[in-house]
């Protein structure tokens, strides 16, 4: 069994994104930064005006929604975004497509053009809609199973001590939130699986995944979770920053929430590009591929 390394696995992701990154940024600047400023565009005000309007209410109390005039606008501004609702879909497909062509375009021996890769994307997006309802369904059963399970003792205990039932409670929560860390970590490589392998089988990507992933559990999530902390607080403090210099350039308005689009944009084609690679990186390691191999693969 391969031992997972995280400092490799980063290490071969940035050579990756340093060998192809013109191609890389091209890419992610046509289906990821694109569609974000676009969704922010069409969709900003609504959600701005949506949180504007729930926080005032918040600060009036209870009353606010008691009131048809003020139901009346939350209906409204509710129909206004599922107007929407396909055009976002369709800006969502765009950039999962995006992500599929640029792994495509890394992995591929054939040396594919843009093009190319783009069309494996595409021919790829049916299973992994199969997949997503395969996993919904899964979903579905876990959360009636862990209800049960946590729901049934819990009766029981109420009945000898509110303590017990206290303590079952964190208990049950903390081993439902291991749980779900293993499942998600176990299934983060369905687009590899998917892309680099050619599986078409949604049933197949899915029991792929976790095999690959079996054995690293504890290593795979705990540099996802690092790579997660680090997202947040880049991201958080670069976001914070240009989204000040916007306000400060722009004002309000409209100009406020395109620049904001844009920025949202720029760090979410500059996360997808170094997750994709990362993606990549990962399923070479723990498919056994050797360095070597490894980096001839992407020469």
């Known amino acids: 069994m391969t031992r997972f390394d995280g400092n490799q696995a980063w290490n071969e992701a ?27 565009f069409f ?14 209410a918040m600060k009036h109390g209870a009353a606010d929604f008691k009131d048809p005039a003020f139901m009346a606008k939350i209906q409204a501004m509710n129909a206004a975004n599922a107007s929407l609702m396909p055009y976002t ?24 053009t843009v093009g190319e890769a783009l069309m494996i994307g595409v021919k790829s997006l049916p299973t992994l809609i199969a997949v997503a309802v395969l996993l919904f369904i899964g979903y579905l059963v876990f959360i009636i199973a862990a ?10 205990l109420g009945m000898i001590s509110q303590v017990l039932v206290g303590v079952f409670a964190v208990v049950a929560v903390i081993a439902l939130l291991a749980a779900i860390a293993v499942i998600v970590t176990r299934l983060s490589m369905i687009y590899p699986v998917t892309i680099i392998e050619r599986e078409s089988n949604p049933i197949e990507v899915i029991k792929g995944s976790w095999r690959m992933v079996k054995g690293n559990t504890r290593r795979v999530f705990l540099f996802f979770l690092l790579l ?4 947040f607080v880049v991201m958080s403090v670069a976001a914070m920053v240009l989204i000040g210099l916007v306000t400060t350039i722009a004002g309000k ?3 406020l ?9 720029v760090l979410a084609a500059a996360f997808s590009v170094v997750i994709t690679a990362l993606l990549v990186a990962i399923h070479r390691q723990l498919a056994g591929a050797s360095p070597q191999s490894l980096a001839e693969t992407f020469s």
């Not at 060998?19 to 569609?35: H, I, K, S, Y």
């Not at 879909?89 to 594919?112: E, I, Q, Y």
């Not at 929430?257 to 944009?265: E, S, W």
């Open 14 to 40: 940035m050579r990756l994104v340093s060998a192809n990154r013109e191609v890389l940024l091209v890419m992610a600047g046509v289906f990821v930064f694109l569609p974000t400023v676009a969704m922010a």
């Open 43 to 56: 969709t900003g005000p609504q959600q701005a005006e949506m949180i504007t309007t729930f926080m005032n």
């Open 89 to 112: 879909l369709l800006l969502m497909l765009a950039s999962v497509v995006g992500k599929l062509g640029m792994m495509a375009l890394l992995t591929d021996h054939r040396r594919p």
């Open 147 to 156: 209800m049960l399970a946590i729901g049934l003792p819990a009766a029981m």
């Open 228 to 231: 997660l902390v680090a997202y």
């Open 253 to 255: 308005g409209m100009a």
């Open 257 to 265: 929430t395109l620049g904001t689009g844009i920025v949202q944009g």
